[in-house]
């Protein structure tokens, strides 16, 4: 062979992919394809060496054997490290011993991104233990088979719910989230400047999803909300994806039933990627006819008889939840009204309750939903009991002139659904960038 007519390129010019790893067959013995991706690992020794290949759809065997390939390219590949990033030009050659029943012979490589470091962890890295060794080099962390998983079936759900909308008539928003004033009042807001003045990131769309249904009646959105969450949890993000749902001349039984739609096609999506992925490793989700309901009272209740110290009109922690032993996904319906938001509706028949939801999904609260108030006056009242500035508000408020329809929505956090979906444990590993106390970068 010539030793001297291969040059090792880096740029990637005039070559472009043929196939993707998996579509390569047996079948097509002999054929010239390019391959590209990244390494996976090289091993070998003298005049022989084997390397892995990995693309999106999957991986390949590169064979670089002295006398079959030439000399420059084996060489190189006998050097090349874990994540480089190369093209191969090759020929497909059948193998009973290579992994999928085949191997490329390389003719030429081009060598586009070549590491030189070890890398933090190995890309077959089952488990890595620091979550925050792995956060520093996210995109590599990516790439590790469970992240994958996460995120692909993550994608396939956003689809199913997107297309759930789509089908029943919503509109699909977008609201600012640069805002004067706060949805709810108060806490947990980020401050930002806006030109000279201070402004905040939006922690809901609550407000202007609201006003959407006078215009639209059946709207939705799917964007990031922004929360000054001082503590470190598994389940709380500074930033996180909100999927908002706002409906005209409906309730909060309404929006349930939303819910369930959403839970079911979500169940379903993931159940069937978990069938064509087999090595997913999530466990399959059971759905059940309906989502069992329990009354905020009735849970109160129960908490009290086996003994936990919680009364009427406290929050109903997740360890409490776990002492009545609930699990899977479940509605608690009809909270107190008083720590409510000034939106959500009084009950008709119980001025201390409210029209009001959270799906849950053990001790995992997935989303808060309830009937709106329609009526300024009454909106004004509950803003003054709750010591709010109307004034304020009276770019909201005025909309409410102007005849707002009945309406009721919820917003179910799009990490915690996925987290109970593929049995994630940490929020962090449901998104792709955390934002947290104590992160803000990568
Ligand atoms: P929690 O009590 O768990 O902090 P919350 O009641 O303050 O949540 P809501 O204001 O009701 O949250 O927001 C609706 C949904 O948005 C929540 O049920 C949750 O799924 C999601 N969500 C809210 N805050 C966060 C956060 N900081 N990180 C991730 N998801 C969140
Ligand atoms: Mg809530």
Request: charged share 30%; hydrophobic share 35%.
């Amino acid at each position: 062979m010539n030793q001297n007519t291969v040059m090792i390129e880096t740029e990637l010019g005039d070559w472009r992919r043929t196939h993707y790893s998996d579509r390569l067959s047996p079948q097509m013995a002999d054929s010239d394809v390019t391959v590209m991706g990244w390494v996976l690992s090289v091993r070998g020794h003298g005049n022989i060496s084997f390397m892995m290949l990995k693309d999106k759809e999957g991986e390949i065997q590169v064979l670089a054997k002295a006398g079959s390939c030439p000399d420059e390219v084996r060489e190189k590949i006998s050097r090349l490290k874990a994540h480089s990033s190369v093209g191969i030009k090759g020929t497909v050659k059948p193998s009973e011993k290579a992994p999928r029943g085949i191997e490329i012979i390389p003719k030429e490589i081009r060598v586009f991104s070549e590491v030189e470091k070890i890398p933090p962890f190995e890309p077959y890295a089952k488990t890595v233990k620091n979550i925050d060794t792995r956060l520093e080099v996210r995109p590599i962390d990516l790439k590790r088979k469970s992240l994958q998983h996460i995120f692909k079936a993550r994608s396939k759900i956003l689809q199913a719910i997107r297309n759930y909308f789509y089908e029943n008539g919503f509109l699909e928003i977008n609201t600012p989230k640069m805002i004067a004033t706060a949805t709810e009042g108060g806490a947990a807001l980020f401050p930002i400047f806006y030109y000279n003045k201070e402004a905040f990131l939006a922690q809901s769309p609550q407000l202007y999803k609201e006003q959407l249904t006078m215009s639209f009646e059946k709207v939705f959105e799917i964007a990031p909300i922004f929360r000054a969450e001082p503590s470190r949890t598994n389940r709380h993000l500074a930033e996180a994806i909100s999927i908002d749902v706002e409906e005209a001349y409906v309730d909060y039984n309404d929006i349930m039933k939303r819910i369930e739609d959403l839970i079911k096609i979500s169940i379903k999506t993931v159940n069937d990627y978990f069938k064509e992925n087999t090595d997913s490793e999530f466990i399959t989700v059971n759905m059940p006819d309906k989502i069992p309901q329990y009354t905020y009272s009735e849970l109160v209740d129960k908490m009290q008889k086996v003994g936990a110290k919680t009364e009427w009109g406290d929050d109903l922690y997740p360890s409490n939840l776990k002492k009545i032993g609930l699990s899977g996904f479940y509605f608690i319906k009809d909270w107190p009204i008083g720590p409510k938001p000034f939106y959500v509706k009084m009950s008709k028949s119980d001025p201390k309750i409210s029209e009001s939801f959270d799906l849950m999904f053990g001790d995992l609260e997935l989303s808060s939903g309830s009937t709106r108030v329609e009526k300024r006056a009454e909106l004004e009242e509950r803003m003054k009991n709750k010591g709010l500035k109307i004034d304020a508000f009276e770019y909201h408020l005025r909309a409410f002139d102007y005849g707002m329809p009945p309406h009721a929505g919820c917003g179910i956090g799009l990490e915690r659904l996925i987290m109970s979906l593929t049995g994630t444990e940490n929020i962090r590993d449901a998104t792709f960038y955390p934002r947290d106390v104590d992160r803000l970068t990568p």
